[in-house]
């Protein structure tokens, strides 16, 4: 029988350590556990982002197109715009596109800068025209760059061969800076706080010209009310950090309905782009142009095209898109270094 005492006495001591070393045994388990669920999910999380970001665009698009009857879904999900990061009022995604110009294979030129153009579209929401054209000159960016553009939407000979410059320049490019305004039941100017987002830029002396502007030279209209401070909205806040990241050489903005183009800043105004003939509209307190182009020296290009509900004919919107890339190429590809 002492052979079995001894036995059980030993595994009476192995059990004893064991029991002793179980915490510390759940421990180590559970931190290795831990580790190896958050390598694992660590490349998940990045890859599962993207998805993401795409269906949000292409669910984007389904709204815009649904309220857009002259942009269908297909073309603004063709168009390969992505979520930017910033969003509007209320919650929508600013949509935005960049292309690029490629990279030359000639080692024996010196590497030159390309022009870099912020182009934004619908920023009052009611002018539903202004995002529509933005739609269909990235349709023909897109075109040009793949050596297509005899499928274009605008097929005049003028228009095509202008289009070989676009893609020498740096675009960014906004079809729609005020989603909520065009997602309202009614489309209105305005953002989804009741701010017109062209007069809440940081223009000197804000404070006091902006108010007292909107209260004797508009009657307080509504549609024109600049905000409560400069840059309280998201979708201004959005533009403002944009021109510091992206610093563009020019910036296009479209509206509408008036027809004619205005223009503020250091460069020769352009007099006609297409059948719009220059015409200043006026020097506003938050406005853009005034803010980028009379304030930070960015020239701004304002088109203003003649309706803001039916396009122009494709004829005459390639024609100021063939005007502008002509512009562009002498005022700013031409800039000195």
Not at 5 to 12: K, L, T, V
Not at 159 to 164: D, H, I, P, Q, S
Not at 262 to 269: E, L, R
Request: charged share 20%; net charge positive; hydrophobic share 40%.
């Amino acid at each position: 029988m002492q052979p079995f005492s001894i036995r059980a006495s030993c595994f009476q001591a192995s059990r004893r350590h064991v029991v002793a070393l179980l915490p510390w045994l759940s421990l180590w388990l559970l931190l290795w556990l831990s580790v190896s669920t958050a390598v694992a999910a660590k490349p998940e999380s990045k890859a599962a982002s993207q998805p993401a970001l795409k269906g949000e665009a292409a669910l984007a698009c389904q709204r815009v197109s649904d309220r857009l009857k002259l942009v269908a879904a297909t073309d603004c999900r063709k168009s390969a715009l992505v979520a930017s990061g910033g969003r509007s009022r209320n919650g929508f995604p600013i949509l935005v596109r960049r292309f690029s110009p490629p990279k030359s294979k000639d080692a024996s030129r010196p590497a030159v800068a390309p022009p870099r153009i912020l182009l934004i579209g619908g920023i009052h929401g009611d002018e539903l025209t202004a995002t529509a054209v933005v739609f269909q000159w990235m349709q023909l960016i897109d075109n040009t760059t793949a050596n297509t553009t005899a499928t274009s939407t605008v097929n005049s000979t003028a228009n095509v061969a202008a289009t070989n410059t676009a893609p020498q320049f740096d675009w960014k490019v906004v079809p729609l800076l005020n989603p909520d305004g065009l997602l309202a039941a009614r489309p209105t100017r305005v953002n989804a706080n009741g701010v017109d987002l062209n007069r809440n830029f940081p223009t000197p002396n804000w404070a006091t010209e902006a108010p007292r502007y909107w209260v004797k030279e508009t009657g307080s209209d509504p549609r024109r009310f600049p905000g409560k401070t400069p840059l309280s909205e998201p979708e201004s806040r959005w533009v403002n950090d944009e021109i510091q990241r992206f610093k563009p050489h020019v910036i296009i903005s479209v509206h509408a309905p008036f027809g004619v183009l205005d223009f503020d800043g250091p460069a020769p105004a352009p007099q006609r782009f297409g059948r719009l003939l220059l015409n200043p509209v006026g020097i506003y307190p938050g406005s853009l142009g005034n803010y980028s182009g009379k304030f930070k020296n960015i020239p701004v290009i304002t088109i203003e095209l003649p309706n803001a509900l039916a396009m122009p004919t494709e004829a005459e919107s390639g024609k100021i898109w063939s005007d502008m890339l002509d512009w562009i190429t002498t005022n700013v590809a031409k800039r000195p270094a």
